[in-house]
C-alpha cells in the first residue's frame, strides 16, 4: 500500500533535526533546458531550504541552446553540464539523461528533482518530498501530486494537466500494476528518493525515465516502499499534442519494457492536422546502466550502454 501525506504535515525544522541528528544530506536537482525564463524563480523558491534542509542545489543544464546556465548561476544554483558529466560518453537530449548524470554530480544520500517550467514553485514541494524520507527509513521513494492548471501563451488557465498520465501511465498501470495505480500522478517531476536505491535503477534518457523508476522500484522494494505528498498546486505551460505524443511514446515504451515487451521501433511518425505533412522524432529509449556498476568519477565508455 502506498502511503499518502500532505506537505502540511511535515514542520520544516523538526526535518532540519532529524537531518542534522542523522547526519543524512540531500541534493536538489532541477533538470533544465531551455528554462531561461522560469529557472531563476525556481531556484530563489527554494534558496531558503539551503544549508538546513538542502545541502546543494544543482541546475543540470540539458544541451540548451538560451541562456539557462547563465541565468541560473546567477540565481545561486551550482550549474553542471551535461556533457562535462562522464565527458567521453556523448550526450543525449532527455530528462532522464540529466536526471541520471545529476546523480553523479551530485553527493546527497537522499536526491530530489524538481522541474525548472513550474510557475508557482514554493518550498514546500521540496519539504513534502523529505519529509517522508527523512523520517521513515522504510519509504525508499516519493512521488509529488498537485493540481496542474495548464496556462496557455496569453496567460490563461486553458485545462489541466496530466494528459499523458491519463491516456498512458494510468491504463497501464491499471491492467498490469493495480496496487501503482493508486498513485494519483505517476509520472510527476516533482520526486525524490534515497541514493542507494536511484544508484540501483537503470535510466532511460527520455521521458519514460519515471515511469521506469516507479516500476523497478515497485519490482525491488514493492508499494511499501513508497508514499506520495500531495504538494498543492503546480502551474506550468502547456505542450502541443505533437509534443505529448513523443513524450507517450517514450512512457509507453519504457513500461512495455519492464513488462516483458521490447520495442521494435525508435521513431514517432506524425502528421499535420491541416496538411498531413509527416513529422518523424526519434523516441528516446536508450537506458543509461544503474549508477552503481559505474566506478565514481569513471569516464567508462560503457556508460552509453542501452
Keep these: 500500500m502506498v502511503r499518502t501525506f500532505a506537505h502540511g504535515d511535515f514542520d520544516p525544522d523538526e526535518l532540519r533535526d532529524r537531518k542534522a541528528a542523522t547526519g543524512i544530506t540531500t541534493s536538489l536537482v532541477l533538470p533544465a533546458r531551455n528554462e531561461e525564463k522560469t529557472v531563476a524563480a525556481v531556484i530563489e523558491a527554494f534558496l531558503p531550504?539551503?544549508?538546513?534542509?538542502?545541502?546543494?542545489?544543482?541546475?543540470?543544464?540539458?544541451?540548451?541552446?538560451?541562456?539557462?546556465?547563465a541565468v541560473a548561476a546567477d540565481a545561486g544554483a551550482t550549474v553542471v553540464a551535461l556533457d562535462a558529466v562522464a565527458p567521453e560518453v556523448p550526450p543525449v537530449r532527455g530528462k532522464g539523461e540529466a536526471m541520471w548524470r545529476a546523480l553523479l554530480a551530485t553527493s546527497g544520500d537522499l536526491v530530489?528533482?524538481?522541474?525548472?517550467?513550474?510557475?508557482?514553485?514554493?518550498?514546500?514541494?521540496?519539504v513534502g518530498l523529505l519529509g517522508p524520507l527523512l523520517l521513515d527509513a522504510g519509504i525508499h521513494l516519493v512521488k509529488g501530486f498537485y493540481r496542474r492548471p495548464l496556462v496557455a501563451a496569453d496567460g490563461k488557465v486553458t485545462e489541466y494537466g496530466g494528459r499523458v498520465?491519463?491516456?498512458?501511465?494510468?491504463?497501464?498501470?491499471?491492467?498490469?500494476r493495480p496496487d501503482l495505480a493508486k498513485?494519483?500522478?505517476?509520472?510527476?517531476?516533482e520526486w525524490g528518493g534515497r541514493r542507494e536505491l536511484l544508484e540501483s535503477l537503470r535510466f532511460p534518457t527520455g521521458y519514460g525515465v519515471e515511469i521506469a523508476v516507479l516500476l523497478d522500484t515497485h519490482a525491488a522494494l514493492g508499494s511499501a516502499g513508497m508514499a506520495q505528498v500531495d504538494l498543492g498546486t503546480r502551474t506550468h505551460s502547456s505542450q502541443s499534442w505533437q509534443a505529448l505524443g513523443v513524450m507517450a511514446a517514450e512512457v509507453m515504451g519504457s513500461a512495455l519494457r519492464r513488462l516483458g515487451i521490447e520495442p521494435t521501433g525508435d521513431v514517432m511518425r506524425q502528421y499535420g492536422l491541416e496538411d498531413h505533412g509527416e513529422l518523424s522524432t526519434?523516441?528516446?529509449?536508450?537506458?543509461?546502466?544503474?549508477?552503481?556498476?559505474?566506478?565514481?568519477?569513471?569516464?567508462?565508455?560503457?556508460?552509453g550502454s542501452s
Design 282 to 303: 526519434p523516441i528516446g529509449l536508450v537506458e543509461r546502466p544503474p549508477v552503481a556498476s559505474l566506478q565514481r568519477g569513471s569516464r567508462r565508455s560503457d556508460i
Design 112 to 126: 530530489v528533482f524538481c522541474d525548472a517550467d513550474v510557475l508557482d514553485p514554493a518550498p514546500h514541494y521540496v
Design 165 to 176: 498520465t491519463e491516456l498512458v501511465a494510468r491504463p497501464l498501470l491499471s491492467l498490469y
Design 183 to 189: 498513485l494519483v500522478q505517476p509520472l510527476a517531476g
Design 49 to 69: 531550504l539551503r544549508g538546513n534542509l538542502v545541502d546543494e542545489i544543482v541546475v543540470v543544464d540539458s544541451l540548451s541552446t538560451d541562456g539557462t546556465a
